[in-house]
């Protein structure tokens, strides 16, 4: 059984040309005013037939404002719209975590997982070890400003893209397509980190 | 005719309640006690008779096996759901209900499922609503707690469409609460709807904008609420009574109602008082009474509220939001009336260190009704007051299907906008397969049997094929009233996939079809019938007050004429209500009350000095305080 996202065009549902930079508070505007035209109850009263059409128009509204105002969403559905068949695991909620670790964190991933072992542990005792509990606060200082890093070198991805989209030959656009791929498998894994330790944390 | 109207209908747990939209404002139609709630009790007492609100009430202490209360628990649930509610709530269930089917209700010897007591309910409200108009009602809008998933909003559906009403939107509780409240006033910025009623719990997180409501958030637990409460202060009192008089009545349906009926009165009066007497009469004449004060009653309910805070917080999350953000917090639902409950929603939502106080403005067992009744006017096409209002609602639970190893995988994620949709492709594993079996779930597990099977679809007809080669693209849609449809088509071949939908815990379209064709055939008899006590019941009040008018020194002020007209279409009268021609019966009412006018006129002059011009027999007879009462504060309901 293999999954594919659909590949309506989200920045057509919107008039909008593909790039990733984004005003959302124009966005939520154009989905307020889209939404007045086509919701189902303005169409309550009408014939079948309309009240199907009125359906089909807002379900995909809603689906593009909802992958659109998502940074990550937006970007992975730009990739799938040019081509890119992206890994199983889906947007933020993403089910198979990704499992290879960027080499430059092997490191501290594997300290970290030591740390969350033993806190899994010690909770099953009933025991706290505030200098475990110290540790495990600084790795999340760290690993989320590791994904402030990632979040920040997409968005100057973004910036190229915008700017190549017109312009710019094919195989550049690819490079950068490639390396969005790369940083986007980078935040999944980051963020699976993160949510781990809050998870440890907070448990 | 007039044009049929919409109406919007509150489906409560303990109460249900029908609206209108009366020009710009939203009102409560009440019902023929002239009472606006109807409580969600049925009770049986033959197999020909079926009693609902008030009147059912009364059954509940003298036959309580024949009395269905709080179904809207049993809603859209199998039985391995309510293992709980089963322990607190004296619901007979039939005995040979499997796992995985729809409930059925022992209710003395025959059976009903929820929605059918739903529909008894409804059908109570549209017939409110028909006597008031004096016209048929055929779509509502009807509310359903937020949180509530899609089989209990199935059923909810189904329970409308047996009552003979076209549900043409189910609207969420809350939303429709802050429908209600944003009507008067042009409100911009992030509201929370907190609404604890008696078996639910929503909390929902809006933003409004220019006439916008959107749901950002929503989050609750349907298994929340006032009956709670009850049932601890129940447990408490059969605790009680164990001890100190050595009486089992855990068994004892009938102790257990009236002591029900004494801790609800009792929970009422401390939302006022500082202290209240919990006194039951029990079987066999002996009495028990407690004392009960307001801090032993907060202690005691403290868990039941503090399970509400788990999921505001998780709805703040999720849209986005601090406490600080939040403008203006509404409390809807009975349960908000307690004390302990506003300071606790003061405390999540940090309001009085901020300076500001809950909305309760509204009655909180009718908001949600006015509300419903703003979205019906809204699907009318709207009114001045509601022309620029648009309601966008969210799904409270993430849609997934089970992959591989049992995990779920998620298509659609909770608080989403709906309607929402999600397109998955499929294909097969096995040459030449034919059959592609796809489970669908809706919760926040991970693995598919910690969340709620909604239905098991079979792609069937897949041409033969080799393994992996067919591509069936399967569309999973929810509509705007959280229900999920699902079409699919098999991409390769072009050929519209056939599927069979086996929804977990609901009714087939037949088993409704039949259910509906039971509960309309007595409908139309019931309402002619209706309609026909109540002109009797009108030619009574005035006869009555006729034959005492010659005591009335007035009477010797008519002419001799008249005094013979009113005996003569008296008497016509009297023989008319003996037969069932309902016209003949309503003019000879109207003629016999025109006869009168004069007489009641004089009656006035004579009793009070103040003339009251244009009154009627009957009205007058009423402002003195003599003879029967009207039987109903309206006209009576007219349909031709």
């Known amino acids: 059984m293999t999954t594919i996202g659909s590949t309506a065009d989200y920045f057509a549902v919107f008039d909008l040309p593909r790039k990733l930079h984004l005003d959302l508070a124009q966005l939520e505007c154009s989905f307020y005013r889209l939404s007045r035209k086509y919701h189902p109850d303005v169409y309550a009263t009408k014939s079948p037939q309309e009240q199907q059409w009125s359906l089909d128009q807002t379900s995909l509204l809603n689906d593009a404002y909802r992958t659109l105002k998502n940074s990550v969403a937006r970007t992975e559905h730009l990739l799938r719209l040019e081509g890119v068949v992206l890994e199983a695991g889906k947007s933020e909620d993403g089910v198979p975590k990704d499992s290879r670790v960027p080499p430059d964190l092997l490191e501290e991933v594997f300290e970290l997982n030591m740390q969350l072992e033993e806190m899994r542990m010690n909770r099953k005792m009933g025991e706290d070890d505030p200098q475990l509990r110290a540790d495990l606060e600084k790795a999340r200082v760290t690993f989320e400003s590791q994904l402030a890093a990632v979040d920040s070198n997409l968005e100057e991805q973004w910036t190229k893209w915008d700017a190549a989209l017109d312009a710019s030959p094919a195989d550049e656009k690819t490079k950068i397509k490639d390396e969005m791929v790369a940083l986007l498998d980078r935040r999944r894994y980051i963020r699976n980190l993160v949510r781990d330790v809050n998870d440890a944390l907070e448990g | ?640």
């Open chain 2, 1 to 640: 005719m007039t044009e049929v109207r919409i109406v919007g209908i509150d489906l409560g747990t303990t109460n249900s309640l029908v609206a209108f939209m009366q020009s710009d404002k939203p009102v409560v139609i009440p019902g023929e006690d002239g009472l606006n709630l109807v409580p969600s009790v049925v009770a049986i007492p033959s197999s020909k008779q079926v009693v609902v609100g008030n009147p059912a009430g009364k059954y509940l202490v003298t036959s309580p096996e024949r009395v269905v209360y709080s179904a809207k628990r049993l809603m859209g649930r199998g039985i391995d759901d309510i293992q709980e509610e089963l322990k607190l709530f004296p619901f007979h269930l039939a005995e040979d209900i499997q796992s995985g089917e729809v409930l059925r209700l022992q209710v003395a010897e025959q059976q009903y499922t929820p929605p059918e007591i739903g529909a008894y309910v409804l059908r109570q409200l549209k017939k409110n609503a028909e006597r008031y108009f004096g016209a048929p009602v055929t779509r509502a809008v009807i509310t359903v707690p937020a949180y509530f998933n899609d089989a209990q909003r199935q059923a909810t559906k189904d329970a409308g469409r047996m009552a003979g009403l076209e549900v043409l939107r189910l609207v969420n509780e809350p939303t429709a609460a802050a429908l209600a409240y944003g009507l008067d006033r042009q409100k911009e910025g992030i509201v929370a709807v907190y609404d604890l009623g008696g078996g639910t719990f929503d909390i929902s997180i809006l933003k409004l904008h220019e006439g916008i409501f959107e749901v950002i958030a929503t989050n609750g637990d349907t298994h929340l609420g006032g009956d709670d409460i009850d049932n601890l202060l129940i447990a408490i009192a059969l605790d009680d009574i164990h001890g100190e008089l050595g009486l089992d009545l855990r068994d004892k349906a009938e102790a257990v109602q009236a002591i029900r009926k004494a801790v609800i009165e009792a929970k009422i009066a401390l939302s006022g008082a500082d202290t209240a007497r919990i006194s039951v009469q029990l079987p066999g004449g002996q009495p028990y009474n407690r004392e009960i004060t307001r801090e032993q009653f907060e202690q005691i309910i403290q868990p039941v509220l503090e399970r509400t805070i788990g999921p505001c917080k998780q709805a703040l999350k999720d849209a986005g939001v601090t406490p600080e953000q939040i403008d203006e917090v509404v409390l809807v639902g009975g349960s908000t009336r307690i004390p302990t409950v506003r300071m606790l929603t003061d405390e999540v939502f940090h309001l009085s260190q901020r300076g500001k106080k809950p909305h309760t403005e509204l009655n909180p067992d009718e908001v949600v009704a006015l509300g419903a009744a703003v979205q019906a006017n809204i699907l009318e096409g709207g009114s001045k007051a509601t022309q620029d209002m648009l309601l966008l609602d969210v799904t409270p639970l993430s849609l997934g299907i089970e992959a591989l190893g049992g995990v779920v995988a998620k298509i659609i994620n909770r608080n989403s906008t709906i309607p929402a949709s999600a397109t998955e492709h499929f294909t097969t594993g096995v040459e030449g397969q034919a059959n592609v079996a796809i489970h669908v779930v809706q919760g926040e597990r991970e693995l598919a049997k910690d969340c709620r099977s909604l239905a098991r679809f079979d792609l069937k007809g897949i041409p033969p094929m080799s393994a992996g080669l067919p591509r069936i693209e399967v569309k999973f849609l929810i509509d705007a009233n959280g229900i999920l449809h699902v079409s699919a088509r098999e991409q390769r071949s072009g050929k519209e996939a056939e599927i069979d939908v086996k929804p977990t815990y609901g009714l087939t379209d037949e088993q409704v079809e039949s259910m509906i064709l039971d509960s309309f055939d007595n409908a139309e008899e019931d309402f002619r019938l209706r309609q026909l006590i109540e002109a009797r019941n009108e030619a009574n009040t005035i006869l009555a007050a006729v034959e005492k008018a010659p005591a009335n020194p007035a009477w010797l002020q008519l002419t001799e004429e008249e005094r013979q007209q009113i005996a003569v279409l008296s008497e016509e009268l009297r023989i008319l209500k003996e037969g069932d021609d309902l016209s003949s019966l309503r003019a000879g009412t109207e003629a016999l009350d025109k006869a009168t006018r004069r007489f009641a006129e004089l009656m006035m002059d004579a009793a009070v000095s103040t003339a009251l011009g244009g009154q009627t027999m009957e009205s007058a007879s009423e402002k003195l305080g003599e003879g029967p009462t009207a039987p109903h504060p309206f006209a009576p309901a007219e349909i031709k």
